[in-house]
């Protein structure tokens, strides 16, 4: 199954100088245990094999064996860093099955806890990709602003990471009183400090120099491996599922698609940052406009999806998240698949980084912004 | 006008006045070794302790602040947990050379003290060729990473100590020629003799702008030279996990540790030494007033006080960009800096003859 072997073996591959190194299990620069097999030749990079598997849980086997209000619990575990949108994908899909509405006032609140989340989760992958560059403050000042985004979603939800907020029918319960008033004191803690952002790392010519024209990704790659989210925006293919499939009011807000068309890791980094500024601006329309009403549909205590096959697609903040689910009429999915985003991108950064330095494939992962445990689930 | 040198002179007139001219030296050495020692022990607490405090503040936390007033003590009590750690050796490590390279980091930066001019007339050793002494024996510091890289049998610490050698070769070029810039203007190599020509003021200011580029190319050339971020490619954390000293633990990984720290003092020093005027006071024309003012702060405080602001200088390099790509770093200094530092070199000679310069 593995193909480790092999490259020890291949004597041709070490005549020429080349040698084997292991990054990860346990790397800083990985950010979980995601095993890349490199060969090297001097700096420069060969080949690249990520071995999966250390973070499989089996999540989709368990989901199996659990109700359709239970099982959305265990997606939070998927993609951590945005676990209200998968919760979001898998409420949305069962209302699908059941064919219920869910009232205004729920959809508002499930699109501001998804833009939230989105936020929380570039700004982490903004200090995380710093820090693989080596610069290890800015770090620290994203997290001054992905706090103040836990503290609201502790107030609401009762959890700062894996919230488990959104269940099928709507949300679990009502937004906090304070809520509205913490998000706008964000909003104006975060339009003071972004430019702190670009002064700190987008106008650095070191960072520059180490983005700029690294790990280019073409537009038809992108597509033929599957990226989606800011990867594939960044080769200019467009693919927000906001926009394309709309769920829930996006199609009545305004926001654009971020589309930059350079393909390397800076055209990347861009369109994350520029998305922060657009998912503010979602924010901003929604804030003062939480309609009235229930933040739940009436739903049976015990849910049954009739017999067939449902799909449902959101935007997580790393690319497309697909839930798929096969319903023989009984209370628990006969099978459950998950299309994750960071699976698909992962299987691109063999073709991207090969043939440059061990330094532009930790900067080029960076940009990847990958999550383990999506991957492996 | 109050000097370290008293406290030397007083013990030297006890010795001499006990003991035979012979005994005295003897003892005088013993001293001076157990300075060294202390000076490197207690240098290396300090900056640790100064570089995460520095950190903190650039980074928006507090920093340590348990163990003692304000987390002084915090870099006191990891040494004693570093000594009490057992010191590991890989089974497939060469084992002589692998326990034998934190001890060549160390000599090495005990040993580039030796020309250092701490305060007035307070230099252990004042020969003739310091400025040579410091940069032959600083390059013998990247003897002690390859050696560390290739014993520790293991890719990672290889890499880094390649890319170590491969830095600190090539950055050697642009110090040593900034380094040169001023000897030409001072006219010897003599430590104390580079602080004397800098009593009218500092090389900084008298040297026009050549001395200024001289002065930044010697920052960046040691930032690399030391392994200090953005250079830091020898260890690259999130590339090689420790780079060279990955498979170090316990004491003999403190001792590179401290040696760092104690390389970037040393170079701080010397820095300050030939570009700042080391432990002269700040003197500016013919403000008398002024001057005499300035003369009254003791020269151990000038000195460490100009050594400490370059010190935080190359802190705050550290905690604000990030590294540099190998291929990128080598570009910097055999297309940049070395074409820079050698035609400023021949601009301040031609200033020196001409007696351009204040």
């Known amino acids: 199954m593995y193909r480790q072997t092999d490259i020890i073996e291949d004597n041709r591959d070490t005549a020429q100088g080349n040698f084997v190194i292991n990054v990860g299990p346990q790397h800083p620069a990985t950010h979980g245990v995601l095993h890349l097999v490199i060969t090297l030749n001097g700096e420069t990079i060969q080949k690249i094999e990520p071995h999966l598997g250390y973070i499989h849980r089996s999540i989709e086997k368990m989901c199996e064996s659990l109700s359709y209000r239970q099982f959305i619990y ?32 729920a959809q508002v609140i499930r699109v501001l806890m998804d833009e939230l989340t989105r936020i929380a ?133 305004e926001f654009d698609e971020v589309l930059e068309t350079g393909g390397d890791s800076f055209a990347r980094y861009m369109v994350r940052i520029r998305e922060m500024q657009q998912s503010i601006r979602i924010v901003e329309q929604l804030i003062d406009n939480i309609p009235e009403g229930d933040f739940m549909t009436k739903t049976k205590a015990v849910l049954k999806l009739p017999k067939g096959e449902f799909y449902s697609r959101v935007e997580t903040a790393r690319g497309e998240l697909g839930v798929y689910i096969v319903s023989e009429g009984a209370t628990t999915p006969y099978r459950i698949k998950f299309r994750s985003p960071g699976f698909s991108n992962l299987s691109i950064l063999d073709k991207m980084v090969r043939g440059g330095k061990i330094g532009d494939l930790i900067a080029a992962m960076g940009t990847l912004d990958l999550v383990i445990p999506d991957i492996d689930r | 006008m109050w000097s370290l040198s008293h406290i030397t002179n007083e013990i030297h007139e006890w010795l001499s006045s006990t003991f035979n001219p012979t005994w005295t030296l003897i003892f005088e050495m013993v001293l001076a070794g157990v300075a060294v020692i202390g000076l490197f022990a207690v240098l290396g607490l300090v900056l640790v302790i100064m570089e995460r405090k520095v950190s903190a503040w650039m980074q928006i936390r507090l920093g340590p602040n348990r163990v003692g007033p304000k987390g002084i003590l915090q870099s006191t009590a990891d040494t004693i947990k570093l000594m009490v750690k057992e010191g590991m050796t890989p089974s497939g490590a060469d084992k002589f050379l692998f326990n034998l390279a934190p001890f060549i980091a160390m000599i090495v930066a005990m040993l580039l003290m030796a020309p250092l001019a701490f305060a007035k007339d307070f230099q252990l050793w004042d020969l003739n060729i310091g400025v040579l002494f410091v940069s032959a024996i600083s390059s013998l510091s990247v003897i002690s990473i390859l050696m560390a890289g290739w014993a520790s049998n293991n890719k990672y610490s290889l890499l880094g100590a390649m890319r170590s050698g491969a830095q600190i070769v090539s950055y050697e070029l642009s110090a040593g020629l900034s380094v040169l810039s001023i000897v030409v203007l001072a006219g010897s190599l003599s430590v104390s003799d580079i602080i004397n020509s800098q009593a009218d003021g500092w090389w900084i200011f008298k040297g026009h702008i050549p001395a200024i580029i001289a002065f930044i190319t010697f920052i960046i050339a040691v930032t690399a030279e030391t392994n200090r971020a953005p250079f830091d490619l020898a260890e690259a954390e999130s590339e090689l996990t420790a780079g060279f000293h990955t498979e170090y633990s316990g004491m003999k990984f403190a001792l590179f540790f401290l040696a760092e720290y104690v390389n970037v003092f040393i170079v701080c020093a010397i820095g300050a030494t030939l570009f700042l005027g080391g432990w002269m006071p700040l003197h500016i024309g013919s403000w008398d007033g002024f001057n005499h003012a300035m003369d009254y702060i003791p020269s151990s405080i000038w000195f460490f006080g100009k050594t400490f602001f370059l010190i935080f200088l190359i802190m705050w390099f550290r905690w604000t960009f990030p590294r540099l790509r190998i291929d990128q770093l080598l570009n910097l200094e055999w297309k940049y800096l070395l074409p820079i530092s050698m035609i400023n070199l021949l601009l301040i000679t031609a200033m020196a003859i001409l007696k351009w310069h204040f």
């Open chain 1, 74 to 105: 265990v997606t939070s575990r998927m993609d951590y860093l945005s676990a209200h949108i998968n919760n979001h994908a898998c409420s949305l899909c069962v209302e699908k099955g059941l064919q219920v509405e869910i009232p205004p006032r």
């Open chain 1, 121 to 253: 989760s570039h700004e982490l992958w903004w200090g995380a990709m710093a820090m693989d560059l080596g610069a290890f403050t800015p770090f620290f000042h994203a997290f001054r602003e992905r706090e103040t985004i836990n503290d609201i979603m502790e107030e609401t939800c009762g959890a700062r990471l894996t919230m488990n907020y959104m269940v099928p029918g709507g949300v679990m319960h009502d937004i906090h009183p304070n809520f509205q008033k913490r998000v706008k004191d964000f909003m104006q803690l975060y339009k003071k400090k972004i430019n702190e952002y670009d002064e700190l790392v987008t106008g650095n010519v070191i960072f520059q120099n180490r983005m700029k024209g690294v790990g280019v990704i073409s537009a038809e790659d992108a597509v033929s491996y599957g990226c989606t989210g800011p990867v594939a925006r960044g080769s200019g293919v467009s693919s927000d599922i906001r926009k394309i499939y709309p769920y829930e009011i996006y199609d009545k807000l």
